[in-house]
């Protein structure tokens, strides 16, 4: 497979999951009290936002990158 032909692939798979997720989501374990050998903790979920326009170029640019590379061949 063509470096091209892989890189428009992984592009397009990029870009449908920008556009499904919306963001990245991931949990932190912060400590709220710490007294003594007393420790509490809190889950914190924080989202890290992936504009739709991100998957769009991703998908664009994969689809562009599959189109040169079949009028080349």
Do not use: C, D, S
């Not at 991931?26 to 889950?43: C, D, R, S």
């Not at 890290?48 to 991703?58: F, M, N, Q």
Request: no cysteine; aromatic share 4%.
């Amino acid at each position: 497979m063509k470096t091209n032909t892989l890189l428009a692939i992984i592009l397009i798979a990029l870009g449908i999951v920008a556009f499904v997720y919306q963001g990245i989501t991931y949990t932190t374990n912060e400590k709220v009290v710490h007294i003594g050998p007393l420790e509490v903790t809190a889950e914190k979920t924080r989202t890290i936002p992936v504009p739709p326009i991100v998957g769009a170029l991703a998908l664009a640019g994969g689809i562009m990158l599959l189109a040169v590379g079949r009028k080349k061949a």
